[in-house]
């Protein structure tokens, strides 16, 4: 115990706990996956494992036309989610704001979707868009189309919209929420300030209440980072990749790869590409946080 | 004149965002209280004519006409893993947060760095190698080796969040407490713990909602019974071409009360908790 004592100060003894976990459960398994990447380990044949291939996976993956379309939807629908929910959230936190009364209430019902399974809420989608029972060809059956049935997840094109929906319908209350709380939050002095010298709302909006919610938007953005591949589990239930592979996002060719085609080392090298992509999001905005904090001071 | 057609038309927005985010849900918890049948009627029941509870019977087994998916079992699981893994990550987040808020230390920075991109690996590409591992060391299947994983996945958000509330907490005041005769243990438990407990809360919330809703990892690591989670059982109502409807919806009702229910508790530290404490929910 004096041996402890006198070699390591207060804060390693504390953090000792969180980094032996992150360790044992993330640095080796993903050092060990890293290994894995550099054979022809496939979970059928175990002695692959020690079947040293070198770059050959990655070199595969860099001519693999399934892996580049699955890359680039993935950065398409990531862009396009993450912006979508941005403006949405910013639009309903103002519209809420300018709501008089029951502002908590409905505060309350926005963190309805944030506690929601991501599988859950592709569950709801795909019952939603289901062609024979789904909530949206049901309404548009009762307008009068009575023989119109739209196979949206059997559609490429609608396929893709109805994942992204379900992707913007669980994060955007999360943006709203937190720009909401910096609404709240904001002085109202510089607002009266700027309309007695004459700004019309779009310019109050523009160099008054956008510069002050910007660390907000940050907040939100990095929080989101930290989970941008739970899509997976959307993706997973509403149309597991199809159809022939056209919703196919990064996290689903990695899990079939892996685990329905066994080929381990393969997916280890895609989930390199995926790590990759998660971590250039996470430290994009942690960076923008971090300017945002500076530039601002009190908020925090 | 005008600002009253103004307010109408604010309502008026606010009312369709209110009902895109509740329609999805309430059809579900409809659908969970139907008649089978009635799923499939053309043309479309909106409202059930008949509520019942014949889908959760069947699910939980008790009726003879279908055969039960062990669903008692999954819950049970869900909350042994869910309950240990956020108290546990609270604690070592409680540990961790007050390190990095209150002590300075070589690498601290770069300390936070790795802890934050442990978190940003996407569970399917972190379930590949802890899958190989965890078969080899006999973990898979096993609650111990899912509480591991989400403890992991917890702990670095907890410590953020935690390390946020510990930060404003004025140094001055536990020091004061030392030199009154506290020791630094004392002044924690009675200054500190106290004025970060939303903080505390919040985070064990976020911890419990992240191991309650997890599907990536937890679909690899569980197999049977003796660690399948909800998340993961609900998946045993897809068949290739067949989806059973009444009891999808029944089982997402019984996963969605408990998270519903804790997060209505503390929702008021949840707003606090999200923005670090800079803004009073």
Same mark, same amino acid.
């Given at each position: 115990?004096?041996?402890?004592?006198?070699?390591?100060?207060?804060?390693?003894?504390?953090?000792?706990?969180?980094?032996?976990?992150?360790?044992?459960?993330?640095?080796?398994?993903?050092?060990?996956?890293?290994?894995?990447?550099?054979?022809?380990? =496939?979970?059928?044949?175990? @002695?692959?494992?020690?079947? /040293?291939?070198?770059?050959?996976?990655?070199? =595969?993956?860099?001519?693999?036309?399934?892996?580049?379309?699955?890359?680039?939807?993935?950065?398409?629908?990531?862009?396009?989610?993450?912006?979508?929910?941005?403006?949405?959230?910013?639009?309903?936190?103002?519209?809420?704001?300018?709501?008089?009364?029951?502002?908590?209430?409905?505060?309350?019902?926005?963190?309805?979707?944030?506690?929601?399974?991501?599988?859950?809420?592709?569950?709801?989608?795909?019952?939603?868009?289901? @062609?024979?029972?789904?909530?949206?060809?049901?309404?548009?059956?009762?307008?009068?189309?009575?023989?119109?049935?739209?196979?949206?997840?059997?559609?490429?094109?609608?396929?893709?919209?109805?994942? $992204?929906?379900?992707?913007?319908?669980?994060?955007?209350?999360?943006?709203?929420?937190?720009?909401?709380?910096?609404?709240?939050?904001?002085?109202?002095?510089?607002?009266?300030?700027?309309?007695?010298?004459?700004?019309?709302? /779009?310019?109050?909006?523009?160099?008054?209440?956008?510069?002050? $919610?910007?660390?907000?938007?940050?907040?939100?953005?990095?929080?989101?980072?930290? @989970?941008?591949?739970?899509?997976? @589990?959307?993706?997973?239930?509403?149309?597991?990749?199809?159809?022939?592979?056209?919703?196919?996002?990064?996290?689903?060719?990695?899990?079939?790869?892996?685990?329905?085609?066994?080929?381990?080392?393969?997916?280890?090298?895609?989930?390199?590409?995926?790590?990759?992509?998660?971590?250039?999001?996470?430290?994009?905005?942690?960076?923008?946080?971090?300017?945002?904090?500076?530039?601002?001071?009190?908020?925090? | 004149?005008?600002?009253?057609?103004?307010?109408?038309?604010?309502?008026?927005?606010?009312?369709?965002?209110?009902?895109?985010? !509740?329609?999805?849900?309430?059809?579900?918890?409809?659908?969970?209280?139907?008649?089978?049948?009635?799923?499939?009627?053309?043309?479309?029941?909106?409202?059930?004519?008949?509520?019942?509870?014949?889908?959760?019977?069947?699910?939980?087994?008790?009726?003879?006409?279908?055969?039960?998916?062990?669903?008692?079992?999954?819950?049970?699981?869900?909350?042994?893993?869910?309950?240990?893994?956020?108290?546990?990550?609270?604690?070592?987040?409680?540990?961790?947060?007050?390190?990095?808020?209150?002590?300075?230390?070589?690498?601290?920075?770069?300390?936070?760095?790795?802890?934050?991109?442990?978190?940003?690996?996407?569970?399917?590409?972190?379930?590949?190698?802890?899958?190989?591992?965890?078969?080899?060391?006999?973990?898979?299947?096993?609650?111990?080796?899912?509480?591991?994983?989400?403890?992991?996945?917890?702990?670095?958000?907890?410590?953020?969040?935690?390390?946020?509330?510990?930060?404003?907490?004025?140094?001055?005041?536990?020091? &004061?407490?030392?030199?009154?005769? !506290?020791?630094?243990?004392?002044?924690?438990?009675?200054?500190?713990?106290?004025? &970060?407990?939303?903080?505390?809360?919040?985070?064990?919330?976020?911890?419990?909602?992240?191991?309650?809703?997890?599907?990536?990892? &937890?679909?690899?690591?569980?197999?049977?019974?003796?660690?399948?989670?909800?998340?993961?059982?609900?998946?045993?109502?897809?068949?290739?071409?067949?989806?059973?409807?009444?009891?999808? !919806?029944?089982? &997402?009702?019984?996963?969605?009360?408990?998270?519903?229910?804790?997060?209505?508790?503390?929702?008021?530290?949840?707003?606090?908790?999200?923005?670090?404490?800079?803004?009073?929910?």
């Amino acid at each position: 115990m004096r041996f402890f004592r006198s070699r390591l100060s207060p804060p390693i003894l504390l953090l000792m706990p969180a980094f032996v976990i992150i360790v044992l459960v993330v640095a080796v398994p993903l050092l060990f996956s890293l290994y894995t990447s550099f054979t022809g380990y =496939r979970l059928v044949k175990p @002695d692959s494992l020690w079947q /040293w291939v070198g770059l050959r996976n990655y070199q =595969r993956l860099l001519s693999d036309v399934d892996f580049w379309w699955a890359f680039g939807r993935t950065l398409v629908f990531l862009t396009v989610a993450l912006n979508l929910e941005l403006v949405l959230g910013l639009g309903i936190a103002l519209l809420i704001d300018k709501l008089t009364a029951g502002q908590r209430v409905i505060r309350t019902i926005m963190m309805f979707p944030m506690m929601f399974s991501p599988i859950l809420v592709g569950f709801q989608f795909k019952y939603i868009f289901n @062609d024979n029972v789904g909530l949206v060809n049901n309404a548009i059956q009762s307008l009068g189309w009575e023989n119109v049935t739209i196979p949206w997840l059997v559609n490429p094109i609608t396929a893709n919209l109805a994942i $992204l929906m379900a992707e913007v319908w669980m994060s955007t209350p999360i943006f709203a929420i937190l720009l909401l709380a910096g609404l709240m939050a904001m002085p109202r002095d510089p607002i009266e300030a700027a309309k007695v010298d004459g700004c019309n709302p /779009w310019q109050v909006f523009r160099h008054i209440t956008l510069p002050y $919610l910007m660390p907000f938007v940050y907040i939100a953005m990095a929080i989101r980072s930290l @989970d941008v591949a739970r899509a997976y @589990d959307m993706v997973k239930i509403m149309t597991n990749g199809g159809p022939a592979g056209r919703t196919e996002l990064l996290w689903t060719l990695i899990a079939r790869t892996g685990y329905q085609d066994a080929r381990m080392g393969m997916a280890n090298a895609m989930s390199y590409a995926s790590i990759l992509l998660s971590v250039y999001f996470t430290v994009y905005f942690f960076r923008k946080l971090a300017a945002a904090r500076r530039t601002m001071g009190g908020v925090e | 004149m005008e600002r009253s057609w103004q307010r109408w038309l604010i309502r008026f927005g606010v009312f369709i965002v209110m009902a895109i985010i !509740c329609v999805p849900g309430l059809w579900i918890v409809m659908t969970a209280f139907r008649d089978n049948v009635e799923v499939m009627a053309r043309p479309p029941v909106w409202i059930p004519e008949r509520w019942t509870l014949d889908n959760f019977r069947a699910i939980l087994g008790l009726s003879d006409s279908q055969q039960g998916i062990p669903v008692i079992r999954y819950f049970m699981n869900s909350v042994i893993i869910s309950v240990t893994s956020t108290v546990l990550a609270v604690l070592i987040g409680m540990m961790g947060g007050y390190a990095f808020a209150r002590y300075r230390f070589k690498g601290k920075n770069v300390a936070f760095l790795w802890l934050m991109l442990s978190r940003t690996v996407p569970g399917i590409s972190l379930s590949l190698p802890v899958f190989m591992i965890w078969s080899r060391v006999g973990l898979i299947d096993t609650d111990f080796g899912v509480i591991l994983v989400y403890l992991a996945l917890n702990i670095p958000f907890t410590i953020w969040l935690i390390d946020g509330f510990f930060r404003q907490i004025p140094l001055s005041l536990s020091e &004061a407490a030392q030199v009154d005769g !506290c020791t630094r243990w004392q002044a924690f438990w009675k200054i500190e713990f106290p004025l &970060a407990k939303s903080g505390i809360a919040s985070a064990g919330i976020f911890a419990f909602l992240t191991s309650w809703n997890e599907f990536a990892l &937890a679909s690899q690591l569980t197999r049977t019974t003796a660690s399948k989670t909800l998340p993961v059982g609900l998946m045993d109502f897809t068949a290739q071409f067949t989806v059973d409807w009444t009891g999808m !919806c029944a089982m &997402a009702v019984i996963i969605i009360v408990p998270a519903l229910i804790l997060t209505f508790i503390v929702q008021k530290h949840l707003i606090a908790g999200l923005t670090f404490g800079g803004v009073k929910g």
